[in-house]
């Protein structure tokens, strides 16, 4: 479903010097499978992200998402991909109603099912009580669910989360990861982008594990173990860098 081939992102710096950000990456995801791109802040996830839904145009290789090239066809990448970042927002004038169906519309979705999957989101994640409010009066976990509902309004096969977990309490990114779950039980294909190893060790069933733009290891989580001889993901990532406590703080972790 989602493929990754030879990918690579290089920046000119304001002196003119080269800034490699994603150097050669490939990987794939099947439909039905949660993948963990991760990796500390600067690793080139965002970067990847950008380049799979046709936002950035890659330096070199290709990345396709249901047999569509992001370079050749962006648009008929994104109309299979629902997208949640942490610095996505909300329109704070409109209700949650209006602003999904609205997002539904945007997407071609007829009325008739953007009602009755509105009524099936809600119900997911939990945010029938305030589907007639505005979004302005949301707190930062409501938020996130309504962002999570318009990444699925329109049922899309793939779903890219973008370090969905950010800035949210234990009982939000709870939500996160059961909506996660359920992704996988519906044979969505996933990729979660994030420096929160913990919540991904929950979720994920392989891992590229991603620093300096390069995948340094990829694998499930008992293979990396074997691999590493590392039993938690930040201590992998301590090890297959070669880097000490200023890697794991990177993490918001202290390494074991």
């Not at 479903?1 to 099947?30: C, D, Q, W, Y």
């Not at 991760?38 to 936002?55: E, H, S, Y």
């Amino acid at each position: 479903m989602i493929e990754v081939h030879r990918l690579f992102k290089e920046f000119s710096l304001p002196g003119g010097e080269p800034l490699t950000a994603v150097n050669g990456i490939s990987f794939s995801v099947a439909a039905g499978e949660v993948y963990g791109l991760l990796g500390p802040n600067g690793a080139g996830k965002t970067t990847t992200i950008r380049m799979l839904l046709g936002l950035l145009q890659s330096t070199s290789g290709w990345a396709a998402i249901g047999g569509y090239r992001s370079r050749d066809a962006p648009d008929e990448v994104k109309r299979r991909v629902g997208l949640v970042a942490a610095n996505a927002g909300v329109y704070q004038w409109l209700t949650v109603r209006e602003m999904l169906l609205f997002f539904a519309d945007v997407y071609g979705v007829p009325v008739p099912e953007a009602k009755q999957e509105l009524v099936r989101l809600s119900e997911l994640l939990g945010f029938q009580g305030f589907l007639d409010q505005r979004c302005s009066t949301l707190s930062t976990g409501q938020k996130q669910r309504v962002n999570l509902a318009r990444a699925l309004i329109h049922r899309p096969p793939v779903l890219l989360l973008d370090e969905p977990t950010l800035g949210l309490d234990v009982f939000g990114s709870q939500v996160v990861v059961e909506f996660i779950e359920h992704l996988r039980d519906e044979g969505k294909a996933v990729i979660l982008c994030t420096h929160r190893l913990h919540e991904a060790e929950r979720v994920c069933d392989r891992f590229g594990l991603m620093h300096h733009g390069n995948i340094v290891s990829e694998g499930t989580l008992q293979e990396l173990r074997e691999r590493t001889g590392c039993e938690s993901l930040v201590d992998m990532f301590l090890k297959l860098s070669g880097s000490g406590p200023a890697l794991a703080a990177s993490f918001g972790e202290a390494p074991a």
